[in-house]
């Protein structure tokens, strides 16, 4: 089945053209056609597209919104000169769209109808930035390919909705989450889904005897307790800002601090937030930038302070979730690296996991820095009583091989 997986954000649209069915996801040997990304959709957009070969192609046309980027991508996919294999638009068989909040009522992925696209618009005071973009990104899929065209919501907080109350909850009067369902909800899940998946098929466990410590390290951040195959705790909250140190924002914080600094900077609540979200974190301690690789060049080449502050902030938190999740999940079998940093960034690996030698984890440090660019595998020593992976993320697949079980009533093994 030719899958179309469609991630629509403001300005942006990500997409992956994916060929599986149930025998390729059970051999792993799904076909990732194309893949891209559209920017500056309102304007004079820009499009990079790479194919599986490795060809990519870079260019600007005018696409005034999501439609005319829905349409451009259509074109592209079926233009010969592509060589995608899929020569007319009714081959795409199924679209899988990137659902950033499902609330409480999607606890997995979802055949798209009416009734779905009202829950998804219910919670959008939850996800004011995220899902209106999402709903858009479905309608105009819909206009181009027709309603016979199956579509499918995956959304990033469904793996979460198994947290207990105990961890969902915030210690806030009991009406704020029964008047305005105020509560942690947690991102990264369709990530998490696809980390705990592979860790079984690595290590030949059953879902039920999955216990597992996973850290998406990327722009954002988050680490998720992962007992019996199930989400008990993670550190993204009622949006993404809380938890660990990530690219721009800041994580946890006391809540104080945001009237006090409002008050000193004459800032408003929601531009403090705004400084929480895009000027705090790694860029914010570093005064540099919010990316990791930079940061590490830095601190090595110059030996810059801020850089090497910021880096041990982010590793410091990063491990104290790791302590608090053992002691919430009563240990561990393993910790799980993920995301652009986790997959990459060895001395963070390292420096995340310096100081738990107490729980028993020893890091090989030539598995550590081979574990680099996508490969997959165990980074710790045959001793360490706690294993220690990188297991490389990927949402996208996992959209696609959903969209196929939602679409053909197969049962889903994540
Ligand atoms: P997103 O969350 O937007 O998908 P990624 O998962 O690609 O982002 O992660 C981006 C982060 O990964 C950036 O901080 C980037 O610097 C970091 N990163 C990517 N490659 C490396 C590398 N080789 N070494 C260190 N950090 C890296």
């Known amino acids: ?66 439609r005319a980027a829905i349409d451009f991508l259509l074109r592209w996919l079926v233009d010969p000169a592509s060589e995608t294999g899929v ?44 899902n209106p973009h999402n709903l858009r990104g479905i309608h105009a899929t819909r206009a181009a390919l027709g309603a016979g065209v199956p579509q499918v919501a995956v959304f990033d907080t469904a793996f979460h909705t198994s947290l207990p109350e105990h961890a969902y909850l915030y210690a806030l009067p009991y009406q704020l989450y029964r008047r305005y369902r105020v509560r942690r909800y947690g991102f990264h899940g369709t990530s998490y889904r696809y980390i705990s998946h592979r860790y079984r098929g690595l290590t030949g466990r059953t879902r039920e005897a999955t216990n597992i410590i996973a850290l998406h390290l990327g722009n954002g951040c988050s680490a998720c307790a992962i007992k019996g195959g199930i989400s008990i705790d993670t550190s993204m909250g009622f949006t993404p800002l809380e938890g660990l140190v990530m690219g721009t924002r800041s994580g946890d914080i006391d809540p104080a601090i945001i009237d006090f600094i409002g008050g000193k900077e004459g800032l408003s609540p929601p531009e403090v937030e705004n400084m929480l979200n895009k000027q705090s974190g790694l860029l914010g301690v570093s005064g540099l930038t919010n990316d990791m690789r930079e940061l590490l060049a830095e601190a090595d080449e110059h030996d810059d302070r801020r850089a090497w502050l910021a880096i041990e902030l982010f590793a410091y938190r990063a491990r104290k979730y790791i302590g608090s999740y053992l002691a919430a999940m009563d240990g561990t079998d393993a910790i799980c690296f993920a995301g652009g940093i986790g997959e990459n960034a060895a001395p963070v690996r390292a420096m995340i996991c310096e100081e738990l030698r107490w729980m028993g984890i020893e890091l090989d440090p030539r598995l550590n820095d081979a574990m680099v660019g996508g490969r997959e595998g165990r980074i710790s020593t045959d001793g360490s009583r706690v294993e220690v992976w990188v297991v490389p993320t990927d949402e996208e697949l996992l959209i696609a091989r959903d969209t196929v079980r939602v679409v053909q009533g197969l049962e889903s093994r994540y």
């Open 1 to 66: 089945m030719n899958v179309l997986v469609l991630n629509a954000g403001s300005s942006t649209l990500k997409f992956q053209l994916v060929r599986t069915d149930a025998e390729a996801m059970a051999s792993d040997s799904d076909e990732r056609i194309a893949r891209g990304m559209i920017e500056r959709i309102g304007g004079e957009a820009v499009f990079t597209i790479r194919k599986a070969d490795g060809q990519s192609s870079r260019g600007t046309a005018p696409l005034r919104d999501q």
């Open 87 to 130: 020569t007319r638009v009714a081959e795409i068989e199924g679209v899988g769209h990137r659902v950033a909040h499902g609330g409480e009522a999607f606890r997995r992925s979802v055949l798209i109808d009416d009734a779905v696209l009202q829950g998804i618009e219910d919670v959008i005071d939850l996800a004011p930035l995220h």
